[in-house]
């Protein structure tokens, strides 16, 4: 069980724009902790994708956006293309656990 | 370009030791905050260990707490892990992962090795 839950997939047709949820808790996402995005391609290692809640660094396209309130987070990607499939995670810190935390992932599909 | 490259890993039995490695260059390590991140197969990324720029102060996750040490040399622009006690819950590929800035705080990981397999089993 993930301290950040995440849906476990989503899906989407090229060119639609899918949402992924991160909900954390008041030790977490609530505290004020800032929230991170990885995307991880089959069989290869995570990759930065959205840091600090809503910004990325240079090189990932601008059809990747990322925001927070509250509790919640997410990570909208639009205009969805098939190399986005993927998996993509959350991560946070927890105040409790003193640790980064992480969602337990959601696999993209791009019907 | 950064490069981190991890080995050490392999096949290991129930209650035995492993030591990874993580070899940096690309970047000023000695400047650097780094962590260990492990994904068991077909699961989700799990936060391991992590240790400031000067190694004076670690953290690990309470699932190794005890067992796993993290360790750096800047001399050598290496990163370690030493894994004691390991069970089958410790199979996973285990990643070395660098902080994107030196702001200090939970920064989040802005470059990652390729992994290494570790696998307890007899």
């Known amino acids: 069980q993930s301290v950040l839950t995440q849906p476990p997939s989503v899906s989407g047709a090229p060119g639609q724009r899918v949402t992924i949820s991160c909900t954390g808790s008041?030790?977490?996402?609530?505290?004020?902790?800032?929230v991170h995005w990885y995307q991880q391609l089959p069989g290869t290692a995570p990759k930065l994708l959205i840091y600090?809640?809503?910004n990325r660094p240079s090189g990932v396209p601008d059809r990747f956006s990322g925001s927070k309130s509250g509790t919640l987070a997410s990570l909208a990607i639009s205009g969805l293309q098939a190399e986005d499939e993927a998996d993509y995670y959350c991560?946070?810190?927890?105040?409790?656990?003193?640790?980064?935390?992480f969602g337990g992932g959601t696999k993209l599909t791009v019907l | 370009e950064v490069q981190l490259l991890e080995s050490g890993g392999g096949l290991v039995q129930p209650g035995g030791s492993l030591r990874l490695s993580c070899a940096a260059s690309?970047?000023?390590?000695?400047?650097?905050?780094m962590s260990w991140v492990r994904q068991a197969p077909g699961k989700g990324l799990e936060w391991v260990s992590a240790?400031?720029?000067?190694?004076?102060?670690?953290n690990h996750a309470d699932s190794v707490k005890g067992r796993f040490t993290i360790s750096r040399d800047n001399s050598r622009n290496t990163l370690f892990l030493q894994m004691n006690s390991l069970t089958a819950e410790d199979t996973a590929v285990y990643y070395c992962?660098?902080?994107?800035?030196?702001?200090?705080?939970?920064?989040?990981?802005?470059?990652w090795g390729q992994g290494t397999l570790v696998t307890v089993s007899s």
């Open positions: 008041s030790s977490n996402i609530g505290a004020g902790y800032d």
């Open positions: 690309g970047f000023i390590f000695s400047s650097y905050a």
């Open positions: 992962a660098k902080v994107m800035d030196t702001s200090g705080g939970y920064r989040p990981f802005g470059d």
């Open positions: 600090d809640n809503t």
């Open positions: 991560q946070s810190s927890d105040s409790s656990l003193r640790s980064r935390v």
């Open positions: 240790i400031t720029a000067s190694g004076g102060t670690t």
